[in-house]
């Protein structure tokens, strides 16, 4: 379809174009997982990952090997994702994580020592962060970092068997040098968790004293990634080792930062998380274009079964059922790859512009990339899962692929933060923006909120009892009995059933937690005796977002062949997400019995619509040829 | 809990019994396939499975060095799943399949000539029905066995590439012979699909003149059952190779067989499968018992976050969110355990008593397992998925075993019949039970429709309205709003929603297909149209059929602890399942709304008190130590 993918592309095409190439070049890479073993596997993945470094690095200051452009630097590495996953893993651990954090953390002295090494992946390093005993809850590491100002050394330290760092790409075999996130201990107080940058490996790979490293050993996937697991035992590092962009301390022991608030200090040194985050969603978007790609073409081809008496069978893909398991999720492929094209563009605007952006800006950019990635994620276990049903026994095998994109994102939905914690994350800034709307504003209470999952929050009820009457105004008409099917396809009236429905989830949310308050009752157990619907109210927000970025890319799209297709698409997918919640409408008397079935019959007719244009939808992924011309889809083989 | 364990295993504790103490004796197989490069891995489950063979042969005839216990032998099968995947498969392979075939399909020449090598592991064979080109379809196979005259032989022949057998286990490496299924022609004429033993491989191990043979190569699991490929190049048989129980060809060249009817010869033959289904389905269900049972474990000891200042973090399974994601699912497990249980002693009534089962009767067995099979491993999929991502990075580590569930499992939604075409057979059996009831029975014309997923299905419209009426009368009453709460943990109310859905979707599904029909619109395409309304029709029948099966476990079982903790599983297990498709009754006015918000309250209360007992309701499936035991649970680590 002449366009599509240009328009898909977007403005980071080049960026794109230049991976896709590299991983076209390197096929090689594609099974090097089924034929090497793990060791050679990862050895393979990092001179890959060396040859590469040069584009991978795009998004890195210009005095520093790189070219000052994060948004290609993004929408290059999600483009990795149409290769071997663990090449692109490792390239987030190297770049986004290693060298993000001594770009974000570090200052002037860290970066003219390491930048340019790390960039060019001559220094290897790890990300530090997550410990045996504790993943999401960051603030609570077991990890110390004690100032001794006899030596002026940091004493970095694992004091517990739970502190151990675990999980960590490049630990297990390539690592020189680790960025550690520890309890920083100086005159015998803790200042909570910062960031230091620790020698691991010696020039030959042997660990260095008081270092400790152990293998993961075999995963589910990323089998070409080295994770492994670091112990500090009591190992000295220089003061300059600590990453003082946003805290400092003095040779004889003062501790210093502009950042007076240790939640707000520690929030700040976390939103360089937000990159890994924006990028582990555009991943997982890409990875269920290849899916989508091997199953759509072997469905395509594959005929079973069939008019009784008929000389052929019938294509699989014109199996209504076929349809209904693909071709919704191609829908929302598409709608999370616009709603990740503004994600990267929101990222590049906040972090690529010469002002420091505001923390309303940055808490606002970190809900929404921890939506997306939640969301992305979800979406990509599940896709890839009906493609692999879809495919059969074929899909099972190795030589499809399939297996390799199943296990190797597997992970995603609970790296880079877990899910439900990430969409808590979302529905709690949403709870924050609201009181900030309708109550009083008190920064350090809304930070406290966010940091330690306390619930304080509290809507005035006055506030509370205005909004819902605002929102009954907003909802579409709810007389939808007299005619089931009209408006079905008007993007007004799906955006105001889920701005209703976000809405009204998050007014639900806030009313039980200040009911339980005001009862008197603890704080944690109101919040926890909601937690699903909190879960849910985040979820709705992000749907309600990853719509309305499908809605304006259709009207942003050429006219013609191209807006009339996604049109078509987003109609899917906008009818199919209403379906998918259909009980909550139902329940909410936002949607009569006979609309909720004419919606169902709708997305069975859009399956219809779509299914003649399938194929070409997913050649626009430009997915490179290797990635989907498996043994199954060559038609060869069916003959 | 005292009692519980003996009262799931039921009448075959001691067949359980034998297999849990192999597998605890032979723990090295639960890492093998990470130890071992692939062909070694295969040999060394192959050694289990020949040391296990004795107790797997237990449902075999006794002169064929088997013990007669159909339940025990199945009972049995299932524990395997307790332990290494691959040994289960590689068991159901030799033993379900190719012995099955041998022992079904053959007369007593096969089984005297073959059978107490194939039990006892001596003889490893192959059942090679599926082939590249045609998986479900197994009437549409391409593979030839054309009877020669002039030698009395039969040729065996693959005439294109698509007719290769495909993912056959045991074919890649220790099969000796394969039961071959395919299109026997006598004398020039087709009588459809058969079954032949064919030698493949000498006592070398190489393959016969006439026969190739090639690897599947590496899977996403399953890595120890040694998947291959098989081509016949004119490959010629004795006669007596044609296991000829329901049909015989004589020197001459003469085809005879009792049963007139092809399509009725080929589903009788096709009946042999039923075994493998009901195998499958349990497994499938004692997989997801391990997979419970390591991440209910983890959420047990493993803290994360909780009350800002408390001392200590919160247990991941006292958190509301943790809880639905994994209690509703124990609870549907066990739901399935008393369904499988049911299915079980259903299969040992049809096949284990001297007298021929009825027609009627077997068809509603293969119902029955189809329909088990199709909810039991989807169960697994989504349980063994949410279990993994419970456990976080952890879960994501080989070492702690969900990996390989995971992987392993992934399967068994699509072998042994695919999940969607199992519950179309379930559909098709109940609407022609229904047109048996209803309308006038016409034998030939429904063998003809199971046969052919035509749709010549007609219900009269009387016989229609009657049923509607009947509906009436017995659904649970709408007046619902008055009292939201009423009756929510009413057996009867339970099972007469589930009842009222699945007797609507079946009466819509039949009013669609005649409407099609009477407006003379093309069969096929009529089926089409609601192919996604006939699987939904199946999925419900067996939802319902699993939960009357709980409810009567929970009346039988013993007084006390052990009946309330049930009583708790089966509320919750029922009433998350009205949730899930609570949109349904909710279009169908058969929950208010408000009814509807409370049965989800409701499902949150009971995790609540199911969750002190989550533990040991795991304990109680008797998983053996080694395979639940993995180091992210074992306490010292996370101290």
């Known amino acids: 379809m002449t366009g599509l993918r240009e328009y898909l592309d977007g403005p980071h095409k080049a960026a794109r174009d230049v991976v896709r190439e590299g991983l076209a070049a390197h096929t090689e890479l594609l099974d090097a997982g089924l034929r090497l073993p793990r060791d050679e596997y990862r050895d393979e993945v990092l001179a890959l990952l060396r ?130 996130f520890a309890q920083l201990v100086v005159g015998g107080e803790s200042h909570g968790v910062h960031c230091l940058l620790v020698p691991i490996r010696d020039e030959d790979g042997e660990p260095l004293p008081g270092v400790t490293l152990t293998d993961c050993g075999p995963k589910l996937g990323l089998n070409g990634v080295d994770n492994g697991r670091i112990v500090f035992d009591q190992v000295r590092v220089p003061r300059e080792a600590l990453l003082d962009r946003y805290a400092q301390v003095d040779a004889d022991g003062n501790y210093q930062s502009d950042i007076e608030n240790p939640d707000r200090r520690f929030f700040t040194m976390l939103g360089t998380l937000v990159q890994g985050r924006v990028s582990v969603g555009g991943a997982a978007i890409n990875a269920s274009k290849v899916a989508l790609a091997i199953a759509i073409r072997y469905a395509d081809g594959r005929r079973q079964f069939g008019a009784p008496g008929s000389a052929e069978e019938t294509l699989l893909l ?154 009954r105004d907003a909802v579409p008409n709810r007389a939808d009995v007299t005619d089931p099917d009209a408006g079905l396809r008007d993007d007004a009236y799906h955006a105001g059933l889920l701005r209703f429905r976000e809405e009204h989830m998050l007014a639900g949310v806030a009313r039980r937690l200040k009911g339980g308050i005001d009862a008197g009752d603890e704080p944690f157990e109101v919040f926890n005796r909601c937690q699903d619907h909190v879960i849910a109210a985040g979820r709705a927000h992000v749907d309600r977002v990853v719509l309305e970025a499908f809605q304006t890319a259709v009207q942003a799209a050429p006219a013609g062949a191209v807006r009339d297709r996604l049109k078509e698409l987003y109609d899917l997918h906008a009818l199919a997400t209403i379906e998918a919640d259909r009980a909550w409408y139902l329940e909410h008397g936002r949607l009569s019995g006979p609309r909720s079935k004419a919606i169902t019959a709708l997305v069975n007719e859009l399956c219809g619509q779509v299914r003649p244009h399938a194929v070409a939808l997913t050649e626009a992924f430009g997915v490179p040829g290797a990635a989907v011309e498996v043994p199954m889809v060559v038609p060869s083989q069916h003959e």
């Open 318 to 471: 014109d199996y209504r059922m076929h349809q209904r398991r693909l071709l919704p999720l191609l829908a929302r492929t598409y709608a999370l790859h616009f709603a990740q094209a503004d994600l990267v563009a929101e990222f590049v605007r906040i972090f690529g512009g010469d002002a420091e952006a505001g923390d309303h800006d940055r808490r606002a950019l970190e809900a929404q990339a921890a939506g997306t990635k939640a969301v992305g994620t979800w979406h990509a276990t599940e896709t890839i899962q009906q493609c692999r049903e879809a495919c059969g026994g074929a899909g099972y095998l190795a030589e499809n692929r399939l297996a390799a994109l199943k296990s190797d994102t597997d992970v995603f939905t609970t790296f880079e933060g877990d899910n439900t914690v990430l969409l808590q994350l979302v529905a709690k800034g949403l709870l924050t923006g609201y009181r900030e709307s309708f109550g009083k504003l008190d920064p350090l209470g809304t930070a406290r909120f966010i940091a330690a999952q306390a619930v304080e929050i509290a809507v005035e009820k006055t506030a509370l009892r205005t909004m819902v009457e605002r929102l």
């Open 51 to 180: 040859e590469m470094s040069a584009e991978a690095a795009r998004g890195f200051p210009k005095e520093y090997g790189g070219q000052g452009d994060l948004g290609g630097f993004l929408a290059g590495f999600e483009t990795l994702a149409f290769g071997d996953l663990s090449l692109m893993v490792k390239a987030g651990v190297q770049f986004g994580l290693f060298a993000g954090a001594i770009l974000h953390l570090g200052t002037t002295r860290h970066h003219e020592a390491y930048l340019a090494d790390a960039v060019e992946g001559r220094l290897l390093g790890c990300f530090a962060m997550t410990e045996t005993g504790h993943g999401s809850n960051v603030q609570a590491l077991g990890t110390t970092a004690t100032y001794d100002p006899a030596t002026g050394e940091f004493v970095v330290h694992t004091p517990t068997p739970a502190a151990r760092k675990d999980y960590i790409g490049n630990a297990a075999r390539h690592g020189r040098m680790a960025a550690v």
